[in-house]
């Protein structure tokens, strides 16, 4: 691999730089070779099998560069095999790249048919250890760098082990490890088509490409004629009992999984197959166990590149695996695969222009994984008393005071991201290290993966602070079981809200605060008038009384009146359709159905009713006894009555109505501001 | 490496598992070896040098369960120098692990001082390529996997070339290349101390383990006696002229630098120095270049562990380096580092007891570089039309209207995470996917790292947006220059959806949105009022103008009445203490100075000033005039006229301020529950 000059990006206009994205929906090589264009244009490719095709990006422009800048480069010599069976343009290059949700973007010769030749020897040990387990593979083929070329006659001293799946002999003892009869050309007539091991091959790498492959004849043939060294290695494996069947027969399969025609499309979507650990980008459909790609990527990441390997992980620091036939295969597990076409080879036998690709994407794209990004060093978003973000219970003053006090007592710790290791510490270390702390409520909503080490130690976590007399809560999806059983969950932070300052309210709050019973003179409004005027205002209301679960007013009623609330506490819910909710995730509001949203909790000393004195006149929210519920009710008849017989009484009741109404403005204002903090 | 039953942690308590965890602040060996607890307690080792002690977590339990899994295995032997020397207890047994933010977790013998040996190797590399350059390190010294023992005579048919920095030649080769004079200690006089070679190796170790380390002399002594292999190796290496300085000097300097003492502590956080790219993890210092980093780990990937670099990538699968001392130093890019002390080796001259404890601990913790965890597809947390995160500003029916229409042409997108290659790469992909779009507010507040592409990526984007007619806003931190000079950058969301909102008006909105005046008549409660009301309302009331920037109502005044704006705009913010605010990251509110909080901007047709109503009678903001500003004002004194001189007047106004405040204690309901469901 000869020095690469960095792929200079700085100040350059990346959406000016000319377009030769090759498009599947025309013809091969007539795509004009500058399209100057921004945004969606008609050169965004149609993703295969995807409803949504992938738009033209910044990536789209870095691929186009890197193509660009190496195109000039035409050192090295294609294959022997390329040339004898003939029909390879020396000068095609070719770049794809999926990323693991499915969508590949590619330039150049992207359509391209080559021979997948060597890169074929990952899946197939992928599709041995699948079928044959890991005992019986790794007790035939070893995992160790040969340090030796791609076409050594290599096997260990004393075992005849061959020392990887990558290299040919192992590739051809992974290849007797594949399920199905042998295939051998010699004696084509005698096993059933659907049972072969070159059937299970082809059928297995076309469910990874997402597509139908096939094996090409000519190809084959030129390997079957030159495969003296190889079926020297089956038949030395063979003298070692490594092989157990008749050489020819597998040495043959091995051809015809190297024959296998590939483009660089293809080779990109089976490597962002690997990236996902086994699950096809497009379909959502497990092909491999994740321990199996896990260990074909650990092979890979020693032993994929020949010779080559050290200075490959050095240079470009990813498990990958190269061709004879000008492909290599990149894997960015957990985000992406790459794969790039280019028949020219170097003194190892990988593709001189693809290192050099690879190395720049690398490189461009900060993939190299010694090097990557250094994650966030805490996972912990934010953390605030739960007095940051009320309940939207409305409780007595005296209850006020006290949560006003001991808030800080209730954290609420918003965690975010992958609860990778790293991750998952520094919030078990925050959670350990609280100190004055009765409760905590863990908002998790926002964890999008929680590794087992996440999982369990949470639950510890749990076990240890209520062992210590706290609680811990988590707002988190129910169905998700994040945590076990052992900690309470709710699906809204409002709710583990209102149940922490319940909880500080019972052990801080002394007698008194849960007020049982008010008089009518101590309600709302009503509360805020001198003596007289309070009894005189009484004497006109009517009392009320409601089951628990009972509808007292609902949504789109007329105006019926004024409630203040002596014992029980209510519910207000509104239904309006469009509107954003707190009963859901927030996704695009438009596609909301019409859920229930919870506006409020009140209870004894407050009163509700008032919206009906709004707009239209009618009442927008339903409001609902939580429990028995008694209530003293202004109707509007009394309030018209009033104008008439004590219209003194009836404006400073209204002066009185203002107040009360501007306080809640104001408590609102707070509210939304520091809602506005925390959610951004 | 022998297979390893797994460490079976389902089910088990492990808050319950005893603690053996070793104290620095305890004698050795007197830790009791059955500690049951939970919680922070005694056992909370303090962090060195660092202000916050680590406490007891999860992961402390886990390292007892592995230490403890493993204890009974005694397989192997010590190393022949460690026979000689002596003092080595064969049984010891210590892990430590060190995260990227310092915190060191230890357990069993972490206090133990022992020979580095070969894990020097990979800090004599960091050190030579810190000194003397890429270029001249690669010139002698290669990067493939020797696949040979530690201590082969092996370098590279006809050049000489040690095959890579961590077998014994490349070590050498790599000690000749630090800077400083020979410290030959036939000739130990002739150099000042402090510009040996030797002085420099210990000083940068010393300086990455973040204490003074020494050379212990007895193993010195002990390897210059049994130094012959090495002196042979350094001798063949001058006669290909790889090695420039008398053999002996350079081979004395390296058998120094294997004797130097560690303990298993020390380890784990010149490990996690290398995770973090070379920033020490406790004092931020960067000691090392990341390139020097990532070229370490990327050589320790293939070459780490002797002739067992295949099996371990694919059994642990993190870079490594062992040493027969005893000690294994692991490392998890970007995470953590830890290490493992247990002097029995197995047949590669690794620690038996070792390998089995990185392997369960790579495989608990999930840290395993080809498996680890998929990243979340997408870095899009949430996406929604800017209506649902209204501006704060009070606008006209009729622009309400239009918005409703038009808001899901402005979209706010909110970012989250590490803009890692995949991440950013679906965040680009929604930007250029978006259809029937005016206006985009990215919100990459929560946006923790981001690498160049995604820096460059995103530039690339607002200028192909800006061309298609489309505006990109960011919200982020203005001092942080994310996207460059050509997006705009907000640093509050409402500022952002305040101009986004601006924009649709402009360009859907048509005539008459901008209420530059309006008649008395026409603005709020006024206008809810029948004409003869009006009418009688505005003769009483007293016009006023204001500057742009002039104060109109001071916090606290006592009530100056209620202003109805006719022109102008004015901006209304709170300064109380102790409250959440707009302006400032949330982190805890009690923090907080009393910085001022914007509560809405207000325009013609609107009024102000009603919050004096409540509470104490003062007014609870400041409002001041944005630009030149009429208003016609409602003074106390006419109120308490009206009351006496138009009773039926006066009720009906305070009739019509009751609805239009609860109009407004409505509508921020909606606000608040929407903001609920967004913030979470």
Redesign the interface.
């Known amino acids: 691999m000869s020095a690469l000059p960095p792929v200079d ?1 700085t100040g350059v ?3 000016a730089v000319a377009n030769p994205l090759r498009c599947r929906s025309w013809p091969d090589r007539a795509v004009p070779s500058r399209v100057v264009g ?3 244009g008609p050169w965004t490719c149609e993703t295969r099998g995807m409803a ?1 095709p ?6 789209t ?2 691929l186009v560069r890197v193509h660009d800048h190496f195109l000039p480069h035409t050192e090295g010599e294609v294959a022997a095999f390329a040339q004898a069976v003939g029909g390879v343009d020396a000068d095609d290059f070719g770049l794809a790249l999926t ?3 499915g ?1 590949t973007y590619s330039v150049g010769q992207d359509e391209r048919s080559f021979a997948i030749q060597s890169i074929s020897k990952a899946f197939t040990y992928a599709i041995a250890l699948t079928d044959s387990g890991f005992e019986a593979v790794d007790a035939v083929i ?6 030796e070329a791609f076409n050594e006659i290599s096997l260990q001293e004393g075992t005849g082990r061959p ?2 799946a990558l290299i040919n002999a192992g590739a051809i003892a992974a290849t007797s490890l594949v399920a199905g009869s042998s295939s051998n050309p010699h004696d084509e007539g005698s096993v059933a088509r659907g049972d072969t091991r070159r059937d299970r091959l082809v059928r297995g790498y076309s469910r990874m490409a997402g597509r139908a492959l096939e094996v090409d004849e000519e190809v084959l043939a030129f390997e079957r004629e030159d495969g003296d060294r190889n079926l020297a290695l089956a038949h030395l494996m063979r003298s070692f009992d490594l092989v157990t069947e008749a050489p020819e027969a597998v040495a043959d399969d091995y051809f015809a999984a190297c024959s296998i025609l590939v483009t660089v499309r293809d080779l990109s979507m089976m490597a962002a197959l690997l990236a ?2 086994g699950v096809h980008p497009q379909t959502g459909e497990r092909v491999l166990d ?1 321990a199996v ?3 074909v ?3 890979m ?3 994929g590149m020949y ?5 490959w ?3 470009v ?1 990813l ?1 990958a695996k190269s061709g004879v036939g000008g492909g290599i295969l990149v894997v ?5 695969g790459f794969a790039v076409y280019s028949p020219r080879l170097d003194r190892h036998g990988n593709s001189e222009r693809g290192v050099l690709a690879c190395e720049a994407l690398s490189a ?15 996972a912990v ?5 739960v007095t ?2 009320p309940s ?1 219970v409305r409780r007595p003053p005296a209850a006020a005071t006290v949560l006003e006090r001991v808030g ?1 007592r209730g954290r609420v710790i ?1 965690v ?7 991750a998952a ?2 919030v ?2 925050e ?3 609280l100190q004055e702390v009765d409760a905590v409520l863990l ?1 998790v ?2 964890v ?2 929680v ?3 996440a999982r ?2 949470l639950a ?2 749990a ?3 209520a ?2 007399g706290r609680v811990l809560v988590l ?1 988190d999806d129910p169905d998700r079981g994040l945590a076990g059983d052992a900690v309470r969950v709710v699906a809204r ?2 709710v583990g809200v209102e149940a922490v300052e319940n909880l500080l309210l019972e052990r801080h709050g002394g007698p008194g605060l849960d007020l049982e019973e008010v008089e009518v003179g101590d309600v709302g409004v009503v509360s805020t008038l001198d003596a007289a005027d309070a009894k005189a205002l009484h004497a006109r209301m009517e009392s009320r009384h409601y089951a628990a679960g009972e509808v007292v007013i609902r949504e789109g009623d007329p105006f019926v009146g004024i409630h203040l609330i002596t014992s029980g506490t209510v519910e207000t819910t ?1 239904g ?1 359709a469009g ?6 995730d ?5 596609t909301r159905g019409p859920e229930l ?1 919870r ?2 909790v009140l209870g004894p000393g407050h009163s509700f009713g ?2 009906g ?3 239209d006149g009618r009442h ?1 929210a339903t409001v609902t006894a939580r429990e028995e519920l008694q209530t003293w009710l202004l109707s509007p008849e009394v309030l018209r009555q009033l ?1 008439v017989e004590d ?2 009484l ?2 400073r009741l ?2 009185a ?3 009360e ?6 408590a ?13």
Chains 1, 2 share one sequence.
Do not use: K
């Open positions: 990006v206009d990346v959406m921004r945004g969606p949504e992938t738009p033209h990006t910044p990536l422009d870095l990323t693991v949700d969508h070893d995992v160790e760098p040969s340090g020392s990887n996902t650990g994740e790609v896990e260990r990527l650990g092979v990441s020693t032993c010779d080559d390997a050290g200075e992980m050095v240079r620091g498990p960015v597990p957990g985000q992406a461009q794209l900060d993939l190299h994984l010694m090097h990557g990004v250094r994650e966030p060093h805490s978003r934010v953390t605030y008393p940051a973000v939207g800080h918003e975010q991201g992958a609860l990778t290791f790293g510490e520094s078990m270390r959670l350990c290290s908002d909503r926002r999008t993966v590794p087992q080490f369990e130690g510890a976590v076990r240890g602070m062992d210590a707002v932070r409002r509104s309006a509107a954003a909710g707190d009963e859901q927030v996704a695009d509001p438009t949203r506006l409020a008032e919206f004195l709004v707009g927008a104008e219209s003194g009836a404006l209204w002066q109505i203002t107040r109404a501007f306080t809640r403005v104001r609102q204002m707070e509210e939304l501001a520091a809602a506005a903090a925390h959610a951004g």
